[in-house]
């Protein structure tokens, strides 16, 4: 096995890492003319609220939110400019990672006053890298070497979401006859994986469960560490790895060159609604700039919204970002085995931190000072305040059941 761990650990480090309904839109108009003087005047006022508000808002929301609120084009009155307008956005090489690229290709961005500079990256430690020299103002990043960054002492923050789920383990072929056989197919087998990552967790979950331990012995499974994604992936290549570790859309990639599934997190009962990746930012930084970081939360909501009413537009700009055939974007994104949201999901994260405490993965601490939900809640309120659109509601219902 030493000969076969020196021929995997010469490959190179790279790259880390995961309802539709239709616009409802209203308008009312609530005076009702009577003989009466009262009545009319009622009427009259009624009226003119309305139109203080803007053409097409209804009364109720003006008499609730106020004026600016109900009008589409007036967030930046309601919120106020960005403090920081000229941002950058770190990202991996994956699907995961879709609300920038489409929040960038469909304007959504500009729509807040952002000028916005999206640079991909190799890993968590790289992004985290680039948050703490203030070359990024805010990367996606995998949950777990996100939790395990914080209980070291990085003082960053999560504001957000990306995707829940979206990974898994591929094997050969010759070592599995069809997909999704489960861990038990690891057994004896040499796996590529990325150590502190949401991958390697999940495995060391499914294991635990499985009573399968973790070695070099025949009944079980010896994991062998890359520094990123790509290199295990890459490991494939090599006869002394069986089997590895995959986020999309590395699991429909390998299904297209000959491997097997082992298993997708989302089809496994103790991964459900695993929260994959997070939106993270300095600390200090979400403090110093809340419209910045409230801008961009709205670019990402109304960017999901499209993910949700366009699949054709949202392949296409995925494609320009993650140049792999638009098939394996359509599976990654709505094939079924990830959900790409910006809801920051604090119930489902407090879940895994507690998980990978129980593994060793790191040791517990206090998450309530990096964790910011009220950046999203003030973005998705002023959101629904301009729009009664039926996916930003079943966004604001989602948040109030997992903040």
Request: glycine residues 6%; contains cysteine.
């Amino acid at each position: 096995m030493n000969n076969k761990l020196k021929i995997a650990s010469v490959l190179t480090v790279l790259s880390l890492f995961t309802g539709c309904a239709g616009l409802n839109n209203s308008s009312s108009s609530n005076s009702k003319t009577s003989s009466t003087t009262s009545a009319s005047t009622s009427a009259a006022s009624t009226a003119s609220t309305t139109k203080d508000c803007c053409e097409g808002s209804t009364g109720d929301c003006c008499k609730t939110s106020g004026p600016a609120d109900c009008c589409g084009d007036s967030a930046e009155t309601v919120l106020g400019s960005p403090e920081k307008s000229s941002i950058s956005i770190g990202y991996l090489n994956s699907t995961a990672h879709l609300l920038a690229f489409v929040a960038e290709e469909e304007g959504y961005f500009k729509e807040e006053g952002l000028d916005v500079n999206l640079v991909q990256f190799s890993s968590a430690s790289e992004l985290v890298n680039g948050l703490e020299s203030d070359k990024l103002d805010v990367a996606f990043i995998g949950s777990v070497p996100t939790l395990t960054f914080q209980s070291q002492g990085h003082d960053i923050s999560i504001f957000g979401g990306a995707m829940t789920n979206g990974h898994g383990y591929v094997i050969k072929s010759e070592y599995a006859d069809k997909d999704e056989q489960g861990v038990e197919v690891l057994k004896g087998r040499n796996v590529a994986s990325v150590k502190n990552s949401v991958q390697d967790a999940e495995l060391q979950i499914l294991l635990k469960n499985a009573g399968i331990k973790i070695g070099e012995g025949d009944d079980e499974v010896n994991i062998v560490y890359f520094d990123s994604q790509k290199d295990a992936y890459s490991a494939l290549l090599n006869d002394s790895i069986d089997a590895a570790s995959v986020y999309s859309p590395y699991a429909s990639l390998a299904k297209s060159q000959g491997y097997k599934v082992v298993y997708y997190c989302a089809h496994e009962k103790a991964l459900e609604n695993q929260p994959c990746c997070r939106q993270v930012a300095k600390t200090s930084a979400l403090k110093d700039n809340p419209n910045t970081y409230t801008a961009v939360e709205r670019a990402f909501i109304k960017a999901y919204r499209f993910t949700q009413t366009d699949h054709e537009g949202t392949v296409k700009d995925v494609k320009k970002y993650i140049d792999i055939d638009e098939d394996f974007i359509d599976t990654e994104v709505y094939g079924g085995y990830s959900v790409s949201s910006p809801d920051p999901d604090k119930k489902g994260t407090l879940t895994l931190k507690n998980t990978i405490v129980e593994l060793g993965y790191t040791n517990d601490y206090d998450i309530e000072p990096h964790y910011n939900t009220a950046i999203y809640k003030k973005a998705l309120d002023s959101i629904l305040a301009e729009s009664s659109d039926n996916i930003y509601k079943s966004l604001e219902e989602h948040f109030n059941d997992y903040e």
